[in-house]
């Protein structure tokens, strides 16, 4: 059974830095497309980044592009997300998410999702 499990959120000011990070035990991982979405109170999912298999291709919302990195470890089965500069309009809870065809922004394409993690960012 696939179990994706993110940690790392947490409350931080405005201007501040959070790392998420996301493993993935029970998962093949190295074949499939990593992602994170969020979704804040009243609104629809949102991508926020994607990582091919091979860590050969990412690609950022234009939101949080230049603040956000997204990374993965195929050994250690873990995708992470370095968040900085970050903003009172990042808050959301945080999911991560795993595509087994193309590294996509959109939510569908992925198989496989996390519980989230909450992340506040106060202004």
């Known amino acids: 059974q696939v179990h994706l499990v993110e940690s790392g959120g947490g409350l931080v000011q405005a201007g501040g830095s959070l790392r998420l990070s996301c493993a993935a035990p029970g998962l093949t991982f190295s074949r499939y497309n990593m992602g994170w979405f969020r979704q804040a109170p009243g609104k629809e999912r949102e991508f926020v980044a994607t990582i091919s298999k091979t860590a050969s291709l990412t690609y950022y919302a234009d939101s949080v592009k230049g603040r956000f990195i997204i990374s993965r470890d195929n050994a250690k089965k873990t995708v992470s997300l370095q968040m900085n500069s970050l903003k009172p309009e990042d808050t959301a809870v945080y999911y991560c998410?795993?595509?087994?065809?193309?590294?996509?922004?959109?939510?569908?394409?992925?198989?496989?999702w996390g519980q989230g993690t909450q992340v506040t960012v106060s202004s």
């Open positions: 998410a795993a595509d087994s065809g193309y590294a996509s922004s959109s939510w569908g394409a992925y198989e496989y």
